[in-house]
């Protein structure tokens, strides 16, 4: 749908809630959950006050499942309520999943919502719209792709359709099956129209319902780095000039080399419509049905024509080229007409994406919430099977990669080759996938290999909650003044590198986190690292040891540095080692330990000097 708000939200109140939006989460893409703190352990993101809570999800126009009785949500939206057309879809989950009842928005996505969480929960869609009801569809809520350009005059047809007045069906591009299809009460003789058309229609009468069905494809061609505004413009001209409607548009195409253009993206989000790709070898084979073939533009990109054979695939072989090329400074576009409507999601590629995320130490409370909406918006998961197993029923579904704790590169070249597929792609860390983590490893493929289709991917990165913030979470605030992390790994670094930053770091008085302490081939190097910072610290220096953090057998100890031995860590503890400023007390059964930053030094002297 175009114009929808930001992603939906299931919204539990419950444990037994939170339970059954994990079941269906997988039939709602993009979907994240929120819990009520203390009742739902275990969503993406917690909430303290229920009301407050969807008023601020309402208001942002994002889709809403509420797993709890409809009178709450009744309640809470009924006093914003002001324009139907404007509010987003709200349904009503019972927590044993027999029921999805959808209360706003029924016509903006709703219905359909109800439906498929009845569908995947076995359920029923509790459906009360009349003409869902009576006529199997409604006008103000066509099928994905489909614009209602006068919603004004909707409500009379449905009106008159129910009073046993005929409707008319006129169709002038495009085909119209799920109208034809319905029980609507069709007649060739009847004053009020249904008009199919991809052409803008000014003033269309009030007895006139006006559908865009998604059969255009804007082809689009450009320099390297041309102004957004230009190909905008560019693109809203050729559409006036010709009296297309923008909401026909189902698709901006173009060639595969343009995947990273922002310009031919920008596009695409004015227009509301995905940005797809075609090989050169594909837009090559239209080169017959070309109104201008070019030698030039061959030679630089190996097909003859770019705007022009993209509209042509992209609207199929019984597609027509309705606009030929038209030029700008820097820029080009044609539109092609497909016979029926265009698939959005079969049509060429979209540009690949790869979300390298970091997951936490494990638990779900600890996965911020745009790692969840990275993960559930993605087709592909590629991990080590240990953290692809963390993430649960969020990735049911979706195709998994996995491989063995070693094989490191192989992950990151796994994820890479799926996105330039044109996939969506989440490569899966544990803690921050910045630290010690995959994330500099697709860089560094990136800067060593410099593949083309690597490089025009949609790349990012999101943080997650590293081991070290954590432990330290656990045991109070050891890092709360200067701290740094060191790995006794030598697998990637020699050991006298990093021998030579324990030394720096004793002697800075830095906290140090020890990622990586021990392993089954590698135990000396923690023993070394205590003998290096016994030479400038006490013995009696707070050291946490915090083992599987954020899962069901995790464990946190505090020692002194002069007792710590290999024999107390392994390749899943975090070694938190204090500087000689770290403090442990205990306060009643409560044992912490924190790093002073000098406030009460602070509040010290300034007591002495209004004194």
């Avoid at 205590?530 to 505090?558: F, K, M």
């Amino acid at each position: 749908m175009r114009g929808e708000g930001g992603s939906g939200v299931f919204v539990a109140l419950t444990q037994r809630g939170l339970e059954r939006a994990r079941t269906v989460l997988s039939a709602c893409p993009g979907f994240v959950i929120h819990g009520l703190e203390g009742r739902a352990d275990g969503a993406d993101q917690t909430f303290s006050e229920t009301t407050e809570h969807l008023r601020a999800l309402f208001s942002d126009g994002r889709p809403i499942v509420g797993v709890c009785a409809s009178g709450i949500l009744v309640r809470a939206l009924g006093p914003l309520l002001v324009d139907k057309r404007s509010e987003p879809p709200v349904v009503a989950l019972s927590e044993d999943g027999r029921f999805a009842v959808p209360l706003l928005g029924g016509h903006s996505g709703a219905n359909r919502l109800a439906e498929h969480l009845a569908e995947a929960g076995g359920g029923t869609a509790a459906v009360t719209t009349a003409g869902d009801r009576a006529f199997g569809l409604a006008l103000d809520d066509p099928p994905p792709g489909w614009t209602l350009a006068n919603p004004e005059s909707a409500k009379g047809t449905m009106a008159a359709a129910l009073a046993g007045e005929g409707i008319r069906l006129e169709v002038e591009a495009g085909e119209a099956s799920w109208i034809t299809g319905s029980d609507l009460p069709l007649s060739s003789h009847a004053d009020r129209v249904l008009l199919v058309t991809d052409r803008v229609q000014s003033e269309p009468p009030a007895t006139t319902v006006v559908l865009h069905p998604p059969v255009l494809a804007m082809g689009v061609g450009c320099e390297r780095g041309a102004d957004p505004k230009e190909v905008i413009g560019l693109t809203e001209q050729t559409l006036v000039d010709a009296g297309l409607a923008p909401q026909a548009v189902a698709c901006v195409v173009s060639v595969d080399v343009k995947a990273d253009e922002r310009a031919v993206h920008a596009l695409a989000t004015h227009l509301g419509v995905p940005a797809r790709f075609f090989s050169p070898d594909r837009l090559e084979q239209e080169t017959p049905r070309l109104a201008n073939p070019s030698d030039v533009v061959f030679r630089e990109v190996g097909c003859h024509g770019v705007a022009e054979g993209a509209a042509l695939a992209a609207a199929g072989a019984g597609g027509e080229l309705v606009v030929e090329k038209r030029k700008s400074a820097r820029a080009t576009c044609a539109i092609a007409r497909a016979v029926s409507g265009i698939d959005q999601r079969s049509v060429g590629n979209a540009r690949g994406e790869l979300t390298v995320v970091g997951i936490g130490p494990g638990q779900a409370d600890w996965r911020t919430p745009a790692v969840t909406a990275a993960i559930a918006r993605a087709t592909d998961v590629v991990g080590y099977g240990l953290y692809l197993d963390l993430l649960g029923d969020l990735i049911d579904g979706k195709q998994r990669h996995q491989s063995d704790l070693a094989q490191e590169e192989a992950r990151a070249r796994a994820a890479l080759d799926l996105a330039a597929d044109g996939r969506s792609v989440v490569l899966v860390s544990s803690g921050d996938a910045g630290i010690y983590a995959l994330a500099t490893l697709v860089f560094e493929l990136l800067d060593r290999e410099d593949r083309p289709d690597w490089n025009r991917l949609a790349l990012s990165v999101e943080p997650g909650v590293s081991a070290v913030q954590a432990a330290a979470a656990r045991i109070g605030a050891p890092i709360g003044h200067d701290f740094c992390t060191i790995s006794l790994s030598d697998l990637l670094t020699p050991w006298e590198a990093i021998e030579t930053r324990i030394e720096a770091a004793a002697k800075g008085d830095f906290v140090i986190a020890f990622y990586n302490p021990v392993s089954k081939r590698r135990r000396k190097h923690l023993a070394t690292a205590r003998d290096i910072l016994l030479r400038e610290r006490p013995a009696g220096t707070p050291v946490i040891l915090a083992r599987n953090l954020g899962r069901q057998d995790e464990c946190i100890d505090v020692i002194e540095l002069g007792e710590l031995t290999p024999d107390h860590a392994d390749m899943l503890t975090l070694v938190l080692v204090g500087s000689s400023e770290t403090r442990r007390i205990e306060r009643g059964q409560n044992l912490w330990a924190y790093t002073p930053r000098g406030y009460g030094a602070k509040m010290l002297s300034e007591k002495e000097g209004a004194a």
